[in-house]
C-alpha cells in the first residue's frame, strides 16, 4: 500500500506551477481592466489545482492499466509501480474532478452559466487525455491539449469570471502560458521517446523524432518573451517577464546539450518554474497598468 508521501508523489506536485501560473497571468490580466476579484481568483486556483492532480491520477490510473508505465525513466507511478491499487487512483482522480467541478459551479453561477460547459470540457479533455479506448494523448495531441487547457482556458477564464470580459492583453498571456505548458510536456515527452516508441504510444515527441523535438521545445520557451514584447504595448512593466528569462535558458541547456532519459527531468522542472516566474512577474507587470 502506497505512503502518504507516495501519493503526494504520484499527484506530481512537479506540475503545479502549469497549474498556478495561468491563474496569476489571468488575474493580472483581469486586474489591467479593473476587475480583480481575489475570492473569484482563490476559487480559480481550486479548480486549477483540482484539475492537475486529476489529470494526474487519471494518466496514472490509465496508463497502469494498459501497462504503459512498466518501464518508467520518470517520476513515481501509482499504479505502474503497483504500490496502489488501480481503483484507488482512478477514485483520487474522480475525487479531484469532482472538487474542480464544485468550484467551477460556484463561479458559473456568479458569473456565466455556460462556463459549466466549459468546466465539463476541460474535465472530459482531462480523463481522455490517456483515458478511454482512443486516447488523444496517444496520438500526438498532449501539446495542444495543454496548450488550450492550461493557456487559452485558464487564463482567459480566470480572467473572465473576475473581469467578466476578456482583451488582447488576456489572449497574449494566455498564449505564453500555454506555450510554456506545452514545453513542460515537451521536455517530458522527450524523455519518454524511447519507451513511448516501444508501448506504441505515438505521442508529439515520437512523431517528430528526437532532434525536431528538441527545437520544439526552444521555441515554446521563446514564445513567452516574444508575448513579454508585446504587452509593452500594454506597459512597460511588461518587461518584469524577462526575469524568466534565465531559467528559460536553464531548462533547454540539457534539452539542448543531447542530454536523454533522468538526465532531461531538470528541463521539466526548469520549465515550469519558468513558468511560474513569468506568470507571477506578468501579473504584476498588468496590475501595475
Known sequence: MATAAQWIEGARPRTLPNAIAPVLAGTGAAASLGGAVWWKALLALVVSLALIVGVNFANDYSD??????????????????????????KAAAIACFAVAA?????????????????????????WFYTGGKKPYGYSGFGEVAVFVFFGLVAVL????????????????TAVAVGSFSSAVLVANNLRDIPTDTESGKRTLAVRLGDARTRILHLVTLTVPFIATLVLLARTPW?????????????????????????ALIPALRDSGLA???????????????
Do not use: F, H
Open 157 to 172: 477564464g480566470t480572467q473572465y469570471v473576475q473581469a467578466e470580459r476578456v482583451d488582447w492583453a488576456g489572449v497574449v
Open 238 to 262: 511588461a518587461l518584469l517577464g524577462l526575469l524568466a528569462v534565465p531559467l528559460a535558458i536553464r531548462a533547454n541547456s540539457p534539452v539542448r546539450s543531447g542530454a536523454t532519459g533522468l
Open 275 to 289: 513558468m511560474l516566474i513569468w506568470g507571477a512577474a506578468t501579473a504584476v507587470a498588468l496590475s501595475l497598468a
Open 102 to 126: 464544485a468550484a467551477g459551479l460556484v463561479l458559473a453561477v456568479t458569473t456565466a452559466w455556460w462556463l459549466v460547459l466549459i468546466g465539463a470540457l476541460c474535465i472530459v479533455g482531462a
Open 64 to 89: 497502469g492499466i494498459r501497462g504503459t508505465d512498466d518501464e518508467r525513466v520518470g517520476p513515481l507511478r501509482l499504479v505502474g509501480s503497483k504500490l496502489a491499487k488501480p481503483s484507488a487512483v
